[in-house]
T-cell receptor, first 114, second 114 residues
Framework: GQQLNQSPQSMFIQEGEDVSMNCTSS?????WLWYKQEPGEGPVLLIA?????ELTSNGRLTAQFGITRKDSFLNISASIPSDVGIYFC??????????????FGTGTRLTIIP | DTEVTQTPKHLVMGMTNKKSLKCEQH?????MYWYKQKAKKPPELMFV???????INESVPSRFSPECPNSSLLNLHLHALQPEDSALYLC?????????????FGPGTRLTVL
């Protein structure tokens, strides 16, 4: 199925560094969601964005819904070891017959170098 | 409370076995979802139930049979699976299944087919 373009694919950073990742699409979305997934676990919702241009923070995390509704970014400030995991963006738009689907990005794997 | 629970956590089955995965939420959500996730890939949508009715089947083989007994429960019945069906199976729920909803995921069932 369709996937969103998410970059970078992986990041290797040192503790304390800031992180930035983004998702782009050729389609317009009504909602952008950012999830974090750790090995063997389900995705955990980090931030949900509902309006074009919206900028939302959750602790050290900040995400924005692009003004064109075709992109979103996630920033993590002052990374800590527990930030390690795979981050997925996901967009949602009206589907056929009113049935909505999430379209996932390809994921960004974050590794913190000791 | 944004908890979706799934049982079992791990499941190993032979190709001739019949087993079921279970998912439960008590958030009053009326849309529930099954996803399949292979290693290092984003989740892939399998089924969507909206108000206890199957609304989306993403061309999933008939060896996977979903069931929604009530608004809080979602089952996935498995029969005659293949080794390539081994994956993490994720359940999710959302309030109404519309494009402004937020999907919350369970921890997943790690399925191994021998």
């Amino acid at each position: 199925g369709q996937q969103l373009n998410q970059s970078p694919q992986s990041m290797f950073i040192q503790e304390g560094e800031d992180v930035s990742m983004n998702c782009t699409s050729s389609s317009i979305f009504n909602t952008w969601l950012w999830y974090k997934q750790e090995p063997g676990e389900g995705p955990v919702l980090l931030i949900a964005l509902y309006k074009a241009g919206e900028l939302t923070s959750n602790g050290r995390l900040t995400a924005q819904f692009g003004i064109t509704r075709k992109d979103s970014f996630l920033n993590i400030s002052a990374s800590i070891p527990s930030d390690v995991g795979i981050y997925f963006c996901a967009g949602q738009k009206v589907g056929n017959f009113g049935n909505e689907k999430l379209t996932f990005g390809t994921g960004t794997r974050l590794t913190i170098i000791p | 409370d944004t908890e979706v629970t799934q049982t079992p956590k791990h499941l190993v089955m032979g190709m001739t076995n019949k087993k079921s995965l279970k998912c439960e939420q008590h958030m009053g959500h009326r849309a529930m979802y099954w996803y399949k996730q292979k290693a290092k890939k984003p989740p892939e949508l399998m089924f969507v139930y909206s108000y206890e009715k199957l609304s989306i089947n993403e061309s999933v083989p008939s060896r996977f049979s979903p069931e929604c007994p009530n608004s809080s429960l979602l089952n996935l019945h498995l029969h005659a699976l293949q080794p390539e069906d081994s994956a993490l199976y994720l359940c999710a729920s959302s309030r109404r299944g519309v494009s402004t909803d937020t999907q919350y995921f369970g921890p997943g069932t790690r399925l191994t087919v021998l």
